[in-house]
């Protein structure tokens, strides 16, 4: 017997798996509903699905519980979250409501529909016995064999059909991926004259941190003028807005230049155009 | 261990995916709402299996799962193909038949 056989057997062990593994999954549903941002509900569920396949393994399902890992936390949650990559990390939420009183209405319906679940299936199993697995799962040496065995026997043709959802399933993905082109596809030369005739930077953007004291990917460039290049900085960590304050990496500059006595903040420059005094 | 206690942990599962689906905008968490109430069906099958002492309920939840996967694929393609063509994200946004 392996490890989980005697844990799935013993009651205390079961009972201590049941209640830490119960409340994470508690708390992963309950992070995923009130996290504002969609990266954070999808790590939240993943939390969710592995401590659902630890009790899976408790309950002496074995293959569903490694199947439940591979499967949900493995392949769909990493498929939701590239998907959330592509469609946008930073969409949030909004809280208006366009039907009025939803909100109210919906955790009336959810706690009423809680209260009716719990109330009648739960205290309809009251006095149960757990029952046990081993004449099943040793019938046929494990449970993945007998898992196996009624796959391949009693639910043969549902298996089947599923072979043809998943085709149809694989199917559908590649034509609602599908992009036709109308238009030819620019040449080299084409796409070139274009970027030309818009009235923006025609070159490379700025590496970030160029010129700067440190060049990690939040630090901006340095212009010629010592201000910052916020464009040389990426899209996302800028509407993010974590980018690394300039003004530490100017300090050390400035106190590098003009000896320790002196702040940043504390120079004034004078413009020699205008006359002009400006603070750094 | 009892099985009730399993069937609530279910039942609690499932009200919150219901509730998310009721409550949230984004059309990616509905989405995972809708996941997270297929694993508290799951969990339960899961559970009727062991007090019915046969393998039958685990085959029923390895189907679920199987279905719940050509969805998720088929879904996310839709879901994507709305934000190519109206840049919506929200369940909200794509409203067009309603004018």
């Known amino acids: ?280 | 261990m009892n099985p009730q206690s399993y069937i609530v942990l279910s039942a609690i599962l499932f009200s919150i995916g219901a509730f998310g689906v009721l409550i949230r905008r984004n059309a990616i968490v509905v989405f995972m709402c809708i996941e997270l109430m297929l694993n508290a069906s799951n969990l339960a099958f899961v559970t009727f299996a062991k007090m019915h002492g046969n393998l039958d309920g685990q085959v029923i939840a390895f189907f679920v799962m199987v279905v719940a996967a050509a969805e998720v694929v088929v879904g996310l393609a839709i879901i994507m193909t709305i934000f190519r063509t109206r840049r919506a994200g929200s369940v909200d946004e794509p409203n067009l038949l309603k004018y």
């Not at chain 1, 007998?146 to 009693?154: M, N, P, S, Y």
């Not at chain 1, 238009?183 to 070139?192: D, F, G, I, V």
């Not at chain 1, 460039?221 to 201000?227: K, Y």
Request: some cysteine; hydrophobic content about 50%.
């Open chain 1, 1 to 280: 017997m392996n490890l989980t056989s005697t844990l799935a057997s013993t009651n205390v062990g079961e009972t201590v798996v049941f209640w830490i593994c119960g409340a994470l999954a508690v708390i992963g549903g309950l992070g995923m509903l009130f996290s504002r941002k969609a990266v954070h509900s999808a790590l939240f569920l993943a939390m969710t699905m592995v401590n659902l396949a630890i009790l899976y393994i408790s309950l002496q399902a074995q293959f569903l519980g490694m199947v439940q890992v591979i499967v949900y936390t493995g392949a769909v949650m990493m498929l939701f979250l590239f998907v959330l990559m592509i469609v946008g990390v930073d969409a949030s939420d909004s809280l208006v409501e366009t039907i009025k009183g939803q909100r109210w209405a919906s955790i009336l319906i959810a706690l009423g529909f809680a209260i009716l679940l719990i109330g009648a299936i739960g205290n309809g199993l009251a006095g149960t016995q757990a029952g046990s697995l081993d004449t099943a799962n040793n019938a046929f040496g494990g449970n993945v064999q007998g898992i196996a065995h009624l796959i391949f026997t009693r639910y043969v043709l549902a298996f089947e059909v599923t072979s043809a959802l998943l085709i149809t399933a694989a199917l559908g993905a590649v034509v609602l991926a599908h992009r036709e082109r109308h238009t030819p596809k620019p040449t080299q030369k084409e796409m070139s004259i274009e970027r030309f005739k818009l009235d923006t930077h025609p070159g490379n953007l700025p590496a970030a941190g160029s010129y700067a004291r440190h060049n990690a990917v939040d630090t901006p460039a340095l212009l010629p003028d010592g201000a910052a290049a916020e464009i040389s900085v990426p899209g996302p960590l800028r509407s993010r807005g974590s980018l690394r304050p300039v003004n530490e990496v100017e300090e050390a500059e400035v106190i590098e230049v003009y000896g320790d006595g002196i702040r940043a903040g504390e120079i004034v420059e004078t413009d020699p155009d205008s006359g002009q005094e400006t603070q750094r």
